[in-house]
Structure formats: C-alpha cells, structure tokens
C-alpha cells in the first residue's frame, strides 16, 4: 500500500465519520467561545469562556470583577464546576444563576445577533439601559433594585472547536502511518534477500 492509498482511505474515513455519525447529536460539534474586553457600566470587567454545540451550553466559566460602585457584588466566577446552573438559553443569550441559601447572584448575557459558528466570527455583547431590566446585566437576588449593574461592552468572539469524532479520525491517521511504515519496512527486507543470492553467485563465477 503506497502513501497515495494511504491518503485515500484515511480520507474516506474522515469524510464517512463526519458525514454519518460525526455530526449527530451524540457527536456533536463543540465551538468554544472567548468574551474580550467585557465590561460593566458601575466598573469591573467580565472575562471567560464558554462552549456552545448548537444546542446546549455544554460548559462555561465566566469571571466578574467587582467595582466600588456595586460593593456588594465582589468578583466571582460563574462555573459549571462551581454549581452555577442555567435557567434559560439559546443562540442569542444565556442566565447563569448562583444559589446559597436564601442569598445568590445571577448573570444574563445577550448578543446582538445569534453566536457564530464559524471559527474567528465575533458578536457583541448587548448593551443594557439604565434599568438594567434588559440586556446583558448582574444582579443579587437579596437586592436586585441596588445591587445590580448592567453591561456596557465586550465581544464574543469563535475559537478552535472540538469534537469527539476526531479521536477516531487520529486513529485512522495513526493507523495509516503505521501501515505505510511496516510495508516500506517489508519491502526493504526483500531487497535485501533478493540481493544476497546474487552478491554469492557473483563471487562464485569469479573463483
């Protein structure tokens, strides 16, 4: 098998894994999205990431900062790990909520048009008025109508996405390599058994 075929049937297996199973949604397509330059309208920042498969919010860990101006909402970090749950999403927008005891925090992120789905696209978080009753804001439960701040910026921004289709694809790859090696190894031990009986013959005749 030369590296020619090699190519081939590693390309036809890439191309049958994600034109079958690949895409289904036991294997769907995870993008993975950066927020940059997040910031609130009372001060502080927002900075994290989150992944998103079309569908559902698989993972997320999103950091506030705190500002002086809301003192009691101190920097935190939305994460799935941490026991921060989701109350609604969808392309356009997610609520992370933060329950302890009777007190809590909860964040709502909304972008300006549905995320993207391709790899460098951005959207930008929206903006909320004074109110903070739309839009992207913070807020504590104990004292929503004080403690709370809206969001004045920041960008969502498509990076590198993963897929559990590709360690099958790697196998395929590894597998090929792994042929392509063993038979030019093959093919070098018959060269040299097919060189010897000549090398002895050609010593005969010269005696």
């Known amino acids: 098998m030369n590296l020619q075929k090699i190519a081939l049937l590693t390309g036809l297996t890439v191309a049958s894994v994600l034109g079958s199973g690949a895409l289904s949604p036991a294997h769907a397509i995870v993008t993975n999205y950066v927020i940059s330059n997040g910031t609130f309208s009372t001060g502080g920042t ?12 698989t993972d ?4 506030v900062s705190s500002a002086s101006a809301t003192p ?4 935190f970090t939305y994460s799935a790990a941490n026991g921060s749950t989701l109350s609604s999403f969808s392309p ?5 909520d933060y329950e302890l005891g009777t007190s809590g925090r909860t964040l709502a992120v ?4 549905a995320l993207p ?6 959207t930008d978080l929206t903006k909320s008025n004074k109110f903070f009753t739309t839009g992207s804001r913070e807020l504590g439960y104990t004292d929503a109508g004080s403690n ?4 004045s910026g920041g960008i969502v921004t498509a990076v590198p996405w993963e897929t559990d289709a590709l360690p099958l694809v790697g196998a395929t790859m590894v597998f090929g390599a792994g042929v392509f090696v063993k038979r030019k190894i093959a093919q070098g031990k018959i060269k040299n058994l097919n060189f ?12």
């Not at 009691?72 to 920097?75: K, V």
């Open 117 to 122: 789905l391709s790899i460098g696209e951005s």
């Open 46 to 57: 927002l900075t994290g990431f989150f992944k998103y498969d079309g569908s559902n919010y």
């Open 60 to 63: 997320w860990s999103i950091n």
């Open 196 to 207: 010897e009986p000549v090398k002895s013959e050609c010593l005969s005749n010269v005696g």
């Open 72 to 75: 009691l909402l101190s920097s």
């Open 92 to 96: 356009s927008g997610f609520t992370l």
């Open 110 to 113: 909304s972008f300006s048009k």
């Open 148 to 151: 709370s701040r809206g969001i």
